[in-house]
């Protein structure tokens, strides 16, 4: 899996490099990061971190830590889990750049979002 | 005779049945188990331990139901283990009820994850209780999946939209009340436009003197809205029931007693049956709270609620599962 990813962001820091000089630095940076950053945590009826930001080409995954169910849903209808209860995961992966905001369709106060660069 | 004297409410400065001392005091006896009569206009409050003073007709009324709520079938966490156990007590506490209730609302969180055999193991249970007509609302753990799609065929039968309706039971009018679908990002309960023209439309023809109860999962007044606790449009509704000289609403999803009362309007809020959260802000989200086991039972627990006709009294009596 982490290969993978690997490959991906290779990929993608090639295509990069191809295009604005001043922004390859920053990208490489990012490429260099570990793949933590990929996690979110559901923890206490809230996202941590409540804002990610990740490479295109990213496979998040969230992770329901509570004693309650919880969901991770696009508020523009981009990804939308099952119900997770606890420990039960979910995976999306962005492929364009853009900002995400999503929430948990059972309890809507809990809020977050992914930015993809 | 002194003492009966002394907890009933004798200063009423703004003419609307409740003066704050009284108030407070019921407030107090939530959780332990209080009787607030609302009778001609003016509320009392009595702790149960009282009730065997009180004559039959202030005590019980002509038409006697109970609450039950947030059974969350499925759920197995150390908070509670065995939630059909605890839903099995409640069901023995109605039974051994003095008057027999007609029958029971329950205000949703019936399953924990929505799934056919939570539902299934909450129906067998409630066979076993002594009242057989269950009136449902639905609460968010309901709805999971399908859209409420399973929950409507299961217990939507006659209702409209999403799930809301209206009956009549002996002059009193009761409206069953979705706000548990369609959440916003952010947001609130919400009831949403539809409903809130089909409850316009419903309460148009009733007169003025009719005691009005309306039951919803999450609940219609700002209880803490923090943690989601309240209800995006409830002034809307409540709007279209300001003409009635009596409203009580009662609520779930929040798995502790408390109650407010705003003019004519009584807010009441049920314990669950399955397992107890933290009063507002006091903990750092509102996750099960873990009680010691031999604590459990005194923090879950029922609501018996009668209807004195003819004289707008409604009684709200919260009994724990101890």
């Known amino acids: 899996m982490r290969r993978s990813v690997f490959a991906v962001l290779t990929a993608a820091l090639v295509i990069g490099m191809g295009t604005i000089g001043t922004g390859q630095k920053n990208f490489v940076a990012r490429a260099q990061q570990k793949p933590e950053t990929t996690e979110v945590k559901i923890d206490n009826f809230s996202f941590g971190p409540a804002t990610l930001t990740v490479p295109v080409g990213t496979s998040v995954t969230w992770t329901n830590r509570d004693d309650i169910p919880h969901t991770v849903v696009s508020t523009e209808g981009v990804f939308k889990s099952k119900v997770l209860d606890t420990d039960e995961k979910f995976s999306f992966t962005f492929s364009k750049a853009g900002t995400y905001p999503y929430f948990c369709s059972i309890h809507p106060k809990m809020t977050g979002k992914v930015i993809v660069q | 005779m002194a003492d009966r004297v002394k907890d009933e409410i004798l200063h009423d400065h703004n003419d609307d049945g409740i003066d704050r001392r009284g108030f407070l005091k019921c407030m107090a006896w939530a959780g332990t188990g209080a009787l607030c009569v609302m009778s001609g206009g003016v509320l009392k409050s009595y702790s149960l331990s009282r009730l065997p003073d009180l004559s039959p007709k202030e005590a019980l009324g002509e038409l006697s139901f109970v609450q039950i709520s947030d ?146 999962h999450i609940p219609l007044w700002s209880v803490y809205p923090e943690w989601g606790w309240g209800t995006e449009d409830s002034a809307e509704a409540l709007g279209y029931l300001k003409k009635f000289g009596s409203v009580t609403v009662l609520n779930g999803h929040i798995h502790q007693t408390m109650q407010k009362v705003e003019g004519n309007v009584t807010f009441h809020t049920a314990a669950s049956t399955a397992f107890p959260q933290p009063q507002p802000g006091k903990a750092d989200s509102p996750g099960p709270m873990k009680v010691p086991a031999e604590q459990l039972k005194s923090v879950l627990g029922i609501t018996d609620v009668n209807y004195v006709q003819g004289q707008h009294a409604l009684a709200v009596v919260d009994s724990t599962l101890a």
Do not use: C
């Open chain 2, 71 to 216: 059974s969350h079938m499925g759920f197995n966490k150390p908070a509670n283990p065995d939630v059909a156990g605890t839903l099995k007590a409640a069901v023995d506490k109605i039974n051994g009820l003095s008057a027999a209730p007609e029958f029971m609302l329950h205000t949703g969180d019936i399953s924990h994850l929505s799934k056919p055999e939570e539902f299934d193991t909450v129906d067998q249970i409630l066979k076993s209780a002594k009242p057989k007509d269950v009136f449902y609302v639905p609460g968010e753990h309901d709805l999971l999946n399908d859209d409420g799609k399973q929950f409507l065929e299961r217990y939507g039968k006659g209702s409209k939209g999403g799930g809301w309706y209206s009956f009549d039971k002996k002059g009193a009018h009761f409206i069953g009340l979705v706000n548990v679908m369609n959440l916003k990002a952010g947001g609130l309960g919400t009831l949403g436009h539809e409903q809130l023209e089909w409850l316009e439309d419903d309460v148009k023809r009733l007169k003025h003197s009719t005691p009005i109860v309306v039951f919803a």
